[in-house]
C-alpha cells in the first residue's frame, strides 16, 4: 500500500483510539465502582442501545473479513457461515434471552447455580467460559494483524506481532477502566460505523453490476477459477465423507454455539428488565441479519471485481478481500477514491476488532472473578476485592491472547471462531438447557455437562489437522493429529448432552424439587429477579 494509504488509515485509527479511550475516561471518573456498575453497566441501557451493543459484540471481524473473505475464496460453501451465524439468533431468542435475564445476575454459572451446589458449577462453568473467550479472541487477533500487514504493505512480521500487542494493551485499558459501560458505548459507535461502511461497498458493488446480481454472481464464477461450481455446494465441503461431516459440525456448532457465548450471554444483564432483553435481541436480529445478508454480497463482489487468485495472493486465508474490494470500489491503487475507501474500511474493521476484544475480555475476566475466585476465596472477603480482581483477569487474558494470536496468526478468522463456537456449544449450551428445562438435573449433572463438552472439543482441536498434519496448521511440520475433522462440534455437542444426563441419572442426590420450582417461576415471571 502507498504511504497515502497508510497515512490517512493510521490517522484514522488514531481517531477511534482517541474516542474511545475519551468514552473509557469518562465513563471512569463517573462509575460508582460496584460489582454491578463494573460487570453490567448499572443495567442502565435501553433494548434499542443494547441490540446496537448485541450486534456490535456479533458482528466480530470474522463477520466483516474473515466471511467475506470465505465466499471470495469457496462461493457457496463460504456463505454457509454467514447462515449459521444468522440463524444461531434464533435459538437465542427463542431459548435463552429471557429466561437467562431472568434468573442470573453477570455470567452463565449464575443462571445454572440458582439451582445447584455453587462452589462445583461455578468453577466448571468459569472455565469454560474463559477457555471460550480466549479463543475467540484469538480470532480478533489474527484478524488485527492481517489487516496491519496489508495495510504496511505485508512488510515483516514486526509490524504484526506490535498490531497484536498493542490490541491487547488497549482492550485490557478499556475493561480495567470502564467496565461495561464504556465497553457498551464502544461497542454502540463501532456497530454504527460498520454498518454504515457495509452498506457503502455493498451499494457500490451493485453499482459496479448495475443491481444485476445474476450479473454479479456470473463474474464472480467467471473469475475465481472453479467456474459455476463455485456456485454450488461442495468446493470446500464437498468430496469425502470428512469434508461432509466438516460441514454438518460446522453447522452444528455455528447454530448452536450463539447462545453458549459468555459475552453475548453477559449483555443480557446490561437491561433492567427480561421484555427490555427480548427486545435487545429484535433490535440486534434485524442488524445482524441486514449485514449478513450484505456480507454475501461483498463477499461474492470480492471473487468478481478482484479474483479469489488475487485475494489468495494477499492473505492465504481471505482476510484481506474486503481492503482489497474498497481500494478497487473507490478507483484503485494510487486514486484518491481508493485511499479514502481502503482507509476508511481499514479503520472500521479495526474499530470492529477493538470493540469485540474490549467484550470478550469483560465476559471472561467477569468470569474468572465472579465464577473462579469467588468460589476460592476465602469466606469473609472484601466485596469490592472481586472487581480489582476482575481488572487483574483483563491483563492476564490479554497476555494469552495476544500469545496465541501470534501463533495462529495465518488462519482464517472465521474458521478460528467456528471453534470458539463449538466449544460453546459444547460446554455451555447443555448445561444451560438442562438447567432451564429439566427439573431432575442435579449438580453431578452440571459439573459433568461442562467438562463433558469441554474437555472432547478441546482436545479433538488439538489432535485435528487444524494444530498439525496438514500445510494450513498451526505447526505444519509435525503430524500427531489422529481425529480427522476440523471443527469438533458433531463428536463434542452430543458429548455434552450426554455426560449431562449421565451425571444426572447416576447421581445419589436426588433433584432440588423446591429450588428447580422457584428458578422455573423467577425464568417465566421474573418474579425475584436482579
Given at each position: 500500500?502507498?504511504g497515502?494509504?497508510q497515512?490517512?488509515?493510521?490517522?484514522?485509527?488514531?481517531?477511534?483510539?482517541?474516542?474511545?479511550?475519551?468514552i473509557?475516561?469518562w465513563v471512569?471518573?463517573?462509575?460508582?465502582?460496584?460489582?454491578?456498575?463494573?460487570?453490567?453497566?448499572?443495567?442502565?441501557?435501553?433494548?434499542?442501545?443494547?441490540?446496537?451493543?448485541?450486534?456490535?459484540?456479533?458482528?466480530?471481524?470474522a463477520s466483516?473479513?474473515?466471511?467475506?473473505?470465505?465466499?471470495?475464496?469457496?462461493?457457496y460453501?463460504?456463505?454457509?457461515?454467514?447462515?449459521?451465524?444468522?440463524?444461531?439468533?434464533l435459538?437465542?431468542?427463542?431459548?435463552?434471552?429471557?429466561?437467562?435475564?431472568?434468573?442470573?445476575r453477570?455470567t452463565?454459572?449464575?443462571?445454572?447455580?440458582?439451582?445447584?451446589?455453587?462452589?462445583p458449577?461455578?468453577?466448571a462453568?468459569?472455565?469454560?467460559?474463559?477457555?471460550v473467550?480466549?479463543?475467540y479472541?484469538?480470532?480478533?487477533?489474527?484478524?488485527?494483524?492481517s489487516?496491519?500487514?496489508?495495510?504496511?504493505?505485508?512488510?515483516?512480521?514486526?509490524?504484526?506481532?506490535?498490531?497484536?500487542?498493542?490490541?491487547?494493551?488497549?482492550m485490557?485499558?478499556?475493561?480495567s477502566?470502564?467496565?461495561m459501560?464504556?465497553t457498551?458505548?464502544?461497542?454502540?459507535?463501532?456497530?454504527?460505523?460498520?454498518?454504515?461502511?457495509?452498506?457503502?461497498?455493498?451499494?457500490?458493488v451493485?453499482?459496479?453490476?448495475?443491481g444485476?446480481?445474476?450479473?454479479?454472481?456470473?463474474t464472480?464464477?467467471?473469475?475465481?477459477?472453479?467456474?459455476?461450481?463455485?456456485?454450488?455446494?461442495?468446493?470446500?465441503?464437498?468430496?469425502d465423507?470428512?469434508?461432509?461431516?466438516?460441514?454438518i459440525?460446522?453447522?452444528?456448532?455455528?447454530?448452536?454455539?450463539?447462545?453458549?457465548?459468555?459475552?453475548?450471554?453477559?449483555r443480557?444483564?446490561?437491561?433492567?428488565?427480561?421484555?427490555a432483553?427480548?427486545r435487545?435481541?429484535?433490535?440486534?436480529?434485524?442488524l445482524?441479519?441486514?449485514?449478513?445478508?450484505?456480507t454475501?454480497?461483498?463477499?461474492?463482489?470480492?471473487a468478481?471485481?478482484?479474483?479469489?487468485?488475487?485475494?489468495?495472493?494477499?492473505?492465504?486465508?481471505?482476510?484481506?478481500?474486503?481492503?482489497?474490494?474498497a481500494?478497487?470500489?473507490?478507483?484503485?491503487?494510487g486514486s484518491?477514491?481508493g485511499?479514502?475507501?481502503?482507509?476508511?474500511?481499514?479503520?472500521?474493521?479495526?474499530?470492529?476488532?477493538?470493540?469485540?476484544?474490549?467484550?470478550?475480555?469483560?465476559?471472561?475476566?467477569?468470569?474468572?472473578?465472579?465464577?473462579?475466585y469467588?468460589s476460592?476465596?476465602?469466606?469473609?472477603?472484601?466485596?469490592?476485592?472481586?472487581?480489582?480482581?476482575?481488572r487483574t483477569?483483563?491483563?492476564?487474558?490479554?497476555?494469552?491472547?495476544?500469545?496465541?494470536?501470534?501463533?495462529a496468526r495465518?488462519?482464517?478468522?472465521?474458521?478460528?471462531?467456528?471453534?470458539?463456537?463449538?466449544?460453546?456449544?459444547?460446554?455451555?449450551?447443555?448445561?444451560?438447557?438442562?438447567?432451564?428445562?429439566?427439573?431432575?438435573?442435579?449438580?453431578?449433572g452440571?459439573?459433568?455437562?461442562?467438562?463433558?463438552?469441554?474437555?472432547?472439543?478441546?482436545?479433538?482441536?488439538?489432535?485435528?489437522?487444524?494444530?498439525s498434519?496438514?500445510?494450513?496448521?498451526?505447526?505444519?511440520?509435525?503430524?500427531?493429529?489422529?481425529?480427522?475433522?476440523?471443527?469438533p462440534g458433531?463428536?463434542?455437542?452430543?458429548l455434552?448432552?450426554?455426560?449431562?444426563?449421565?451425571?444426572?441419572?447416576?447421581?445419589?442426590?436426588?433433584?432440588?424439587?423446591?429450588?428447580?420450582?422457584?428458578?422455573?417461576?423467577?425464568?417465566l415471571t421474573?418474579?425475584?429477579?436482579?
Open positions: 500500500m502507498t497515502d494509504h497515512t490517512l488509515a493510521l490517522l484514522l485509527f488514531s481517531a477511534f483510539v482517541a474516542v474511545t479511550l475519551g473509557t475516561t471512569s471518573r463517573n462509575r460508582r465502582g460496584s460489582a454491578e456498575e463494573f460487570y453490567a453497566g448499572g443495567r442502565l441501557f435501553s433494548p434499542m442501545e443494547n441490540g446496537f451493543a448485541i450486534a456490535g459484540d456479533y458482528m466480530s471481524a466483516f473479513l474473515g466471511i467475506s473473505g470465505l465466499i471470495a475464496l469457496y462461493g460453501d463460504g456463505m454457509l457461515y454467514s447462515v449459521g451465524f444468522l440463524v444461531a439468533w435459538v437465542v431468542l427463542f431459548l435463552v434471552a429471557e429466561l437467562v435475564r431472568n434468573c442470573g453477570f452463565l454459572a449464575d443462571v445454572v447455580a440458582a439451582r445447584m451446589a455453587e462452589r458449577v461455578r468453577i462453568a468459569g472455565t469454560s467460559s474463559v477457555a473467550s480466549v479463543l479472541l484469538v480470532a480478533q487477533m489474527v484478524g488485527a494483524g489487516l496491519v500487514a496489508l495495510l504496511l504493505g505485508g512488510t515483516g512480521e514486526a509490524a504484526r506481532t506490535w498490531t497484536v500487542v498493542g490490541v491487547g494493551a488497549l485490557v485499558v478499556y475493561v477502566l470502564g467496565g459501560r464504556a457498551t458505548w464502544i461497542q454502540i459507535v463501532k456497530a454504527v460505523l460498520l454498518m454504515a461502511g457495509t452498506i457503502t461497498l455493498t451499494v457500490l451493485l453499482l459496479r453490476f448495475h444485476d446480481v445474476n450479473g454479479l454472481l456470473a464472480a464464477a467467471e473469475r475465481s477459477g472453479h467456474g459455476t461450481s463455485f456456485l454450488g455446494p461442495g468446493l470446500r465441503y464437498g468430496g465423507w470428512t469434508a461432509r461431516l466438516d460441514f459440525s460446522l453447522g452444528l456448532a455455528l447454530v448452536l454455539g450463539t447462545a453458549g457465548l459468555p459475552h453475548i450471554l453477559s443480557f444483564y446490561t437491561v433492567p428488565t427480561a421484555r432483553a427480548r435487545s435481541v429484535v433490535w440486534a436480529i434485524g445482524i441479519g441486514g449485514f449478513y445478508l450484505m454475501i454480497v461483498l463477499g461474492f463482489g470480492a468478481a471485481i478482484i479474483g479469489s487468485a488475487e485475494v489468495r495472493a494477499s492473505n492465504a486465508s481471505g482476510n484481506t478481500a474486503i481492503p482489497l474490494l481500494l478497487d470500489l473507490g478507483g484503485g491503487a484518491t477514491g485511499t479514502v475507501l481502503f482507509a476508511i474500511v481499514a479503520a472500521v474493521a479495526f474499530a470492529t476488532i477493538l470493540a469485540v476484544v474490549a467484550g470478550i475480555t469483560l465476559a471472561s475476566s467477569a468470569s474468572v472473578a465472579h465464577d473462579l469467588a476460592l476465596r476465602r469466606p469473609g472477603g472484601k466485596p469490592y476485592g472481586e472487581v480489582a480482581v476482575a483477569a483483563a491483563a492476564v487474558i490479554g497476555a494469552a491472547a495476544i500469545g496465541l494470536g501470534l501463533l495465518d488462519l482464517n478468522v472465521a474458521f478460528l471462531v467456528g471453534l470458539a463456537f463449538a466449544v460453546a456449544a459444547s460446554a455451555n449450551l447443555p448445561v444451560l438447557l438442562y438447567s432451564l428445562f429439566w427439573r431432575r438435573f442435579t449438580t453431578r452440571a459439573v459433568w455437562s461442562v467438562y463433558g463438552g469441554l474437555v472432547p472439543a478441546v482436545l479433538l482441536v488439538l489432535l485435528s489437522p487444524v494444530v498434519g496438514s500445510p494450513d496448521a498451526l505447526f505444519p511440520g509435525v503430524d500427531f493429529h489422529v481425529f480427522p475433522l476440523q471443527n458433531v463428536v463434542s455437542i452430543p455434552g448432552f450426554l455426560a449431562g444426563w449421565l451425571g444426572t441419572v447416576t447421581s445419589p442426590e436426588p433433584p432440588d424439587e423446591a429450588r428447580h420450582a422457584e428458578t422455573e417461576v423467577r425464568s421474573g418474579a425475584g429477579a436482579a
